[in-house]
């Protein structure tokens, strides 16, 4: 597809994990890199838009031309910043591999090892993305899906839970999409689906801009 033209557009970008702290020392995480996320940061800045970047903790500088970045730890955090820097923002890429749980207690001390095993009671994070949709105005959505399996259905089973308007899936167990460079990615939205073949991440964020682009244009032609 053709470089997309995002000139005039805000977008937000979340990217990376998020880290869920258990003790001063210890934490529950994921294996993102941020990758995906950043390159789609860098490609959006490239084609004119003005981009806020959410990040969990990462260890990669701001793509250039991107206006402002926001570092956060938890879900909870990151929570925060999406939803307070979302309210300006025209499409939202939730990039981010958000935890879904959360160590219910924080301990101020370190954990002492004790016999036997240990039991750890988990809290339910906030959907991020969940949230977004039900701001009003309400801005483009898309969503991020890693799936290990039945990638479609579980694509389309979170387009309408979260209430996006796209899904981004690729499939982390063909060496592929998590602490990768390369990934390929298909993407679904009501009505429609369209397969972008393994690339490196920043050819693939610029042709998934290019079909977000297109498909907020239709959606707001409807
Ligand atoms: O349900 P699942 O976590 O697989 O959905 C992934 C998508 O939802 C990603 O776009 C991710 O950034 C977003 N998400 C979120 N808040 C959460 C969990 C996931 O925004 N608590």
Known sequence: PAAPDLR????LVSAGPTLEDLDPVRY???RSSGRMGFAIAAAAAQAGATVTLVAGPVSLPTPPGVAQRVDVRSARQMHAAMLDAARAADIVIAAAAVADY???????????KHGGAM?????ENPDILAALAALQPKPFLVGFAAETEQLEAHARA??????ADMIAANRVDAGLGIETADNA???????GQHEL?????TTLARELLALIATRRAAVRAA
Not at 197 to 201: F, I, L, Q, V
């Open 119 to 123: 039991i750890l009671e988990l809290a």
């Open 28 to 30: 529950l995480g994921n």
């Open 102 to 112: 959360r160590p219910a207690q924080v301990s101020t001390h370190k954990l002492k």
């Open 158 to 163: 979170k387009l309408e839970r979260k209430g």
């Open 8 to 11: 005039g557009l805000r977008v």
């Open 185 to 191: 990615i298909s993407v679904f939205w009501h009505g």
């Open 197 to 201: 073949a393994r690339a490196d991440k």
